[in-house]
Structure formats: C-alpha cells, structure tokens
C-alpha cells in the first residue's frame, strides 16, 4: 500500500531518477514522464521529442487519465532540463535556446497543466529554476531566458488566481551546480564541494511533500553548498 502518489517529469535524468529511488523507498506511489523509460518507476509517460507543445500535453494527460484515473496525486516534481551556453552571437544561440525552451519551460508548463488537474488540494509542484537565471546571463542567454520564466511561472502559479487546486502550493529549487555523472564527466577539475548533491534535493522533495518545512507559496529557494554542506536561501 502506497502513502501517496507523486509524478516526476524528467524521471529518466539524474536528479529525477534519484528522485524516483528515493521516494519508491519511502513507499510512495511514483509514475515516470521523460523521453525514456525508468524502470523503477510504478508507471512510464513516455513524452515525443519531436511533437509539438500542445501534441506533447495531448498525449502525456491522455496516458495520465488511464494510469490514473479519477485518483488525485500528493505532488507534481518537474526536474526535466538540460543546459546549453551562448551569447547572441553565438553560431548555435537560436538552436540552443530553441533546445532549453523544450527542455525546461514546455516540461514545467506541461508539468502545471497537470498539476493543476491532478494535484490534491493542498498538494505541491516543484519546478526547477537557477540561482544563475537571478541575473543576467550572457554567456548562457537560452538557459537563463528559460529558467527565468520558471521562475515566474512559479510565482504566477503560486498566486490565488494561477489554477492550482485549494491549498496547493508552488515551489521552485534554484540550483547553482548539482553533482551528477555528467557534470563530473564534464568539469572533472571543478570543486565538488561546491555542488549539491542528488539526495539532498531528494530528500528536500520528500519534506515538502509530506508538508514538512515547505517554504511559503511562490518560493524561489536557492540550493548554496559550500564545503559539501548545502544551506536554503528562499525568497
């Protein structure tokens, strides 16, 4: 018997397969919506890379509608996403944003479709944003164009007037670095102590589900690790 139910949008990825142990582990209930399948989730939403934004949402709530039914789920987790850099006049600046507005802006809009719909009252969506997405990013304009609109898709979900069921709330983790395979294949000069690790988000997650230490409505919580220890600073 499950404690509840919760849907993580990018479950295929790092963060979201650490996301899907960790909850499974604590007996919840958790189906899987990603470009691949996890095995480890209790249900897969597999998404169309190359279908439309509206043809994407089409098919991912009719395949929510058969696995779930009239049930109501505790939380809507989106940690799909990627990262591209590139100023303006970068050769691939129009390919690279096109890529991050897919990633992160159309999987946390479709994520707030369904919250919307399927989120108990009182339940939560967390959406993924950036610390780096708080300033001007000229070196990464598509990441942080797309990360600053989760940001404000956060605060207009959290408003009375954003859809969200009775008592819902809306939250956003603003990452700096998270450590994950790729980040370490990638920078493997970086200090680590400095990136936040996996289960940290996961167990975070697992708080606010259960309603525990959730900050208030509409937070943009920055995720600071500093000397492998990693402090909340929300706003």
């Known amino acids: 018997m499950s404690v509840g139910k919760v849907l993580v949008y990018g479950g295929k990825g790092a963060l979201g397969s650490t996301c899907i142990s960790f909850l499974s582990a604590q007996k919840y209930w958790v189906g899987s919506i990603d470009l691949q399948q996890n095995d480890n ?13 509206l043809e994407q949402e089409s098919d991912i709530l009719k395949e929510l509608d058969s696995v779930l039914g009239s049930d109501k789920i505790d939380a809507v987790i989106c ?18 944003t096109d890529l991050m507005l897919k990633q ?39 990441y942080g164009l797309s990360k600053a609109a989760i940001h404000h898709l956060t605060k207009s979900l959290a408003d009375e007037n954003g859809g969200l069921p009775t008592g819902a709330q809306a939250l956003s983790i603003l990452p700096v670095t998270l450590d994950t395979p790729m980040n370490r294949k990638w920078m493997p000069k970086a200090d680590t102590t400095t990136w936040t690790p996996l289960e940290f ?14 900050p208030p409505n509409g937070s943009l919580v920055q995720l600071n690790t500093k ?3 990693t402090t909340l600073d929300i706003e």
């Open 41 to 53: 989730a209790n249900a897969n939403v597999i998404v169309k890379r190359d279908a439309s934004l």
């Open 79 to 96: 940690v799909a996403g990627g990262w591209a850099g590139g100023s303006s006049s970068s050769e691939d600046f129009v390919k690279n």
């Open 104 to 142: 992160s802006v159309w999987s946390s809009v479709i994520a707030s479709s369904i919250a919307s719909k399927y989120l108990k009252p009182g339940g939560i969506i967390v959406l993924t944003g950036a610390k780096a997405a708080l300033g001007p990013t000229p070196g990464m304009i598509g």
């Open 201 to 214: 988000v996961a167990e975070l997650f697992s708080k606010w589900i259960k309603g525990e230490e959730r």
């Open 227 to 229: 000397e492998n220890k």
